[in-house]
């Protein structure tokens, strides 16, 4: 079974504006400072609530000099988190306090949300609910507990067409069709606290997306455990997908699939999750590495940025 989003990985340009951005602005928690590690020489940041829980997690690839990304058909055109229903008036006060362009409120489906980009133009959606979350906030936040993101609401994945992406979430992933607004679709992964709204934006007549800085790169389906992957993999496998192997993450295991549209799909484990190479309380202060690039670690200090979390936890 999938138990909606594990975690949403985008790509950005300067890493020390992403962390100010997610961090002081929205009030997420670095919750792991990391390498790529397929590419070692870029950073890995992850973002989450205070203890990293799968469902809020939010990841970048920070390529320094990076061009911004083109956006259009077969990418995720939207990531939208859920912050609580009388928060609205905050989030417009914060947001334009920072100069940030807001669009709405507005109404889709039965939710209230506001849209604006991040520093890259990667495109963020707030959405007003009171859904149950096991969210837990982080201390330092420069926002305040009853107004902070809780964890992601869903994202959109903007297609040329429905048909064989509709198939792939329908009949192989077990999601839920729940209702059509224009050209938009809208369907449902996981239940209560895990629950993630995933909209199919049908626009065939935009040119293909080009991904660089502001671009989503994948979006995470969360599963339990290695057993269960393995089940998804073979089933994947079953119906003519390609699958990648299993994929060591350190803080997660991963399966990666071209979804038809050309979302690209990761299948992500639960365990063992991020509090296995640093205590909750220490989580994001320090260059993590797995075992295999710890031989490295003095070149990649060099090669690095130097990123600084101090100033951006004043922000707010
Ligand atoms: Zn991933």
Not at 128 to 135: L, R
């Amino acid at each position: 079974m999938i138990n909606g989003i594990h975690h949403i990985t985008a790509l950005a340009s300067d890493p020390q504006r992403n962390l100010d951005y997610y961090v002081g602005v929205l009030g997420l928690r670095l919750v792991k400072r990391t390498v790529n590690f397929d590419a070692p020489d870029v950073y890995h940041l992850y973002y989450g609530d205070e203890i990293g829980q799968p469902g809020t997690i939010l990841t970048f690839f920070p390529f320094p000099d990076a061009v911004r990304g083109k956006h259009g058909i077969g990418e995720i055109s939207a990531v939208a988190f859920q912050a609580p229903r009388g928060s609205l008036e905050f989030w417009v006060e914060r947001l334009s306090r920072y100069g940030i362009h807001i669009d709405g409120p507005f109404r889709r489906f039965d939710d209230e949300l506001i849209a604006f980009q991040d520093p890259d133009g990667m495109a963020i959606e707030l959405v007003f609910s009171d859904s149950q979350s096991s969210y837990r906030h982080w201390s330092d936040s420069p926002v305040p507990a009853e107004f902070a993101i809780r964890r992601f609401h869903g994202a959109t994945l903007q297609l040329g067409s429905r048909n064989e992406t509709d198939d792939v979430l329908q009949e192989t992933l077990k999601f839920r069709f729940t209702g059509q607004n224009d050209n938009r679709f809208r369907y449902l992964i996981g239940s209560n606290e895990s629950e993630a709204a995933i909209d199919l934006l049908i626009n065939p007549t935009l040119p293909r997306a080009r991904q660089s800085a502001g671009s989503v790169h994948h979006i995470a389906w969360r599963v339990t455990n290695e057993a269960s992957q393995q089940q998804w993999r073979e089933r994947l496998i079953g119906v003519g997908m390609h699958p990648t192997e299993m994929l060591d993450r350190q803080y997660f295991q991963s399966v990666y699939f071209r979804e038809p549209g050309g979302v690209l799909f990761e299948i992500a484990t639960d365990s063992p999750g991020f509090a296995i190479d640093e205590q909750v309380e220490k989580l994001g202060t320090e260059l993590k590495l797995p075992p295999w690039l710890e031989p490295e670690r003095l070149k990649l200090e060099r090669i690095l940025p130097p990123i600084d979390l101090k100033n951006t936890c004043l922000v707010g």
